[in-house]
């Protein structure tokens, strides 16, 4: 379903279980997701994925965490997303995740096993003990990349945001600085039951608290587009 007001991502006052952020290179989506968090609670966690290769990176990474100021702890997870996760959420602290693409990268590179370590991480966003808001890049709207290790990164990315938003209580698109609700749950407080393998079959049953939130929109990039065209 989307949004019927540009601006607006899905009813104000409500932030739910879990939250995937979409969108291209420089188009909002990290200060986006930040102001969700940042609106819904008096502080938050912030683990990062990126990883600082070289000089600039490291000046970047900086940056950015300056820019977010004391609100924010920040989490380094390049690799380790999932313990980072079940480890770090907490009901009255928000966790922004930023961002699953770099860390897709970062297994990639690692020779890591993709379908283990994606499985591992549903299992914890499913069960995570306070909302957690994703940050991933949509890749699949350039060209087609040249290299086969190019194209196994975006096939894996494709599958990784499809596999996220199915379990997700909402999912907005971020393009030009502009939020477009791609799914909204009719009732986000009661239990997900797609794809969740619970044995419940009463509403509410095994619920997840909603917390408060009034998104706002601020452009600019997050942690997500630190690394260089």
Known sequence: MLSSQAGIAGPPGNLPPLTLVLGGARS???RYAERLVEAAAASGTYIATAE?????????????????????????APLLLAEAVGAVARPDSPVLVDCL????SNLLLADAPLDAE?????????????????VANEVGLGLVPETPLGRRFRDAAGRLNQDVAAIADRVIFIAAGLPLVLKEDA???????????????EAGEGSRDVHPLTPTLSPGGGEEELRRD
């Open 52 to 76: 600082p290769g070289d000089a600039e990176m490291v000046d970047r990474i900086a940056a950015h965490r300056t820019r977010r100021g004391p609100f924010w702890r920040t989490v380094e």
């Open 28 to 30: 909002g989506k990290s």
């Open 187 to 201: 009732d986000i407080s009661l239990s997900r039951t797609a794809g969740e393998g619970t044995e419940s079959s």
């Open 118 to 134: 994606v499985a591992t991480l549903l299992a914890v966003l499913r069960d995570a003990a306070g909302p957690v808001v994703l």
């Open 101 to 104: 693409t770099l860390w897709l």
